[in-house]
């Protein structure tokens, strides 16, 4: 099969063939850390494309997918103040994020593990198993733009009431 029928789709505003190659169309089941590198370069060598890209809407957040391959999912997301997710993990698949703009608290469950809690700064950065629950929000005083990646890609995500019912 060629690389071409491998990806399904590529933003048309940061599509180029920089991006294509990054998204590895043959891989068809990619790690946490590779995830989380795929997530780290985007963010810092396409950071003006995406800032060009990204929308700040209220009262839903903003997002827009980047990329899907056979392999894995790609977005965009913005986060204005006070903006965030209900707890949920995805479904089972790995994930990563990393920051472009701003900050974001991110608490997170392994299941039976204690429930943990991070800020996130511009450039920073995770890649995550599958089994990882978590719940994201932007408590700055300024926009948050974060990049985001999943493997494998469409899979729904699950919600929780609390990361308390992580099991
Ligand atoms: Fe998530």
Do not use: K
Not at 65 to 83: C, K
């Amino acid at each position: 099969m060629s690389i071409a029928t491998l990806v399904l789709d590529v933003h048309a505003d940061v599509d180029s063939a920089a991006v294509r190659e990054l998204v590895q169309p043959g891989r068809p089941l990619w790690t946490p850390s590779q995830l989380r590198e795929l997530t780290g370069t985007l963010a810092r060598d396409h950071a003006a494309s995406l800032r060009a890209l990204t929308r700040y809407t209220e009262p839903q957040r903003w997002w827009a997918r980047l990329a899907l391959t056979s392999g894995v999912e790609v977005w965009l997301l913005s986060w204005l103040p006070g903006q965030g997710t209900e707890p949920h993990d995805h479904g089972g698949a790995a994930g990563s994020f990393t920051v472009l703009d701003g900050d974001v608290l991110e608490e997170h469950r392994y299941p039976g593990a204690a429930i943990g809690r991070r800020t996130w700064h511009a450039g920073q950065g995770i890649g995550f198993g599958g089994d990882r629950a978590h719940q994201v929000r932007n408590v700055g005083a300024g926009p948050a733009v974060t990049v985001h990646a999943y493997s494998p890609p469409l899979l729904p995500t699950r919600e929780y009431r609390s990361l308390d019912d992580v099991r």
